[in-house]
Structure formats: structure tokens, C-alpha cells
């Protein structure tokens, strides 16, 4: 395994984390929106991802982060009888994201911590191959 594969491994980590943070900030944007329909609601998002494994024939693994798509949650949205509401649908109803506030800020420190720990494994491996360099000197 190369040094510079690190590189491609952390960017990756970055990548995903980065998109992470993206769609944990979308669903905070959106934890107060109302509809006047279940199906309109805007429901949680959380994105999917897969670990890559290269060269696994020649005896060792080098791993990658992969994302393979963002799901909805499929908790229940909130429903308020509310008639006096603009986006009340003809029974009164209006219906509540289902993003919880709590959870999606644990999961933006969560992202970020892993963002932080990926940027630090690409510069201690950046201040490796420097010193490696400095040994010929």
C-alpha cells in the first residue's frame, strides 16, 4: 500500500462527511416546515455509505467511503388539528416534518468530529512523507 493512497482514502472520508454535514444542515433547516399533506411533508434525509475495497486478490485491502444514495426517514410526520392555519388541508389537519433537532445536531457534531479526524490523518501523512524526504538530505 502506497503512502499516497491515504490521501485518496481521507479525501474520500472528507467527501462523505462534507455531504453529511450538507444534508444534516438541510433537514435542520427544515424541522419547523408545515404542509397541508402527508405526502408534501418534508420528511428527514440521511445519506448512505458504503465501504470500497480495492486489490483485495493481491493479499491486502485498501478501503475507500462510497456513498451510495440519501434516504428519507421513515418515521411519521407530526399532525396538529389547526383549521385556522393557511396550509390546513379541508379537515383542519397540518402535518409536521419529522426531523428530530436533537438527533440531527448530534449527528452534525458526529460529521464534523469525522471531518476533523480525516483532515488531520491527511496532514500527519502529509508531514510523514516531508520527513521521509528530509531522511535523504
Not at 404542509?35 to 448512505?48: D, G
Not at 428519507?72 to 389537519?93: F, I, K, L, T
Request: glycine share 6%.
Amino acid at each position: 500500500m502506497s503512502l499516497f493512497n491515504i490521501f485518496d482514502i481521507a479525501g474520500s472520508g472528507m467527501s462523505a462527511q462534507s455531504l453529511r454535514l450538507n444534508t444534516t444542515a438541510s433537514n435542520l433547516a427544515n424541522v419547523d416546515s408545515v404542509s397541508s399533506s402527508i405526502n408534501q411533508t418534508y420528511k428527514a434525509r440521511q445519506p448512505v455509505f458504503a465501504t470500497v475495497l480495492d486489490n483485495a486478490q493481491e493479499g491486502y485491502k485498501q478501503g475507500a467511503v462510497q456513498v451510495q444514495g440519501i434516504v428519507e426517514s421513515q418515521a411519521p410526520v407530526r399532525q396538529e388539528y389547526n383549521p385556522s392555519h393557511p396550509m390546513a388541508n379541508e379537515d383542519g389537519y397540518i402535518f409536521h416534518s419529522n426531523v428530530d433537532p436533537i438527533t440531527e445536531m448530534a449527528n452534525m457534531m458526529s460529521a464534523s468530529r469525522s471531518y476533523q479526524n480525516n483532515v488531520e490523518i491527511a496532514n500527519t501523512s502529509k508531514q510523514l512523507l516531508l520527513r521521509t524526504l528530509q531522511l535523504g538530505q
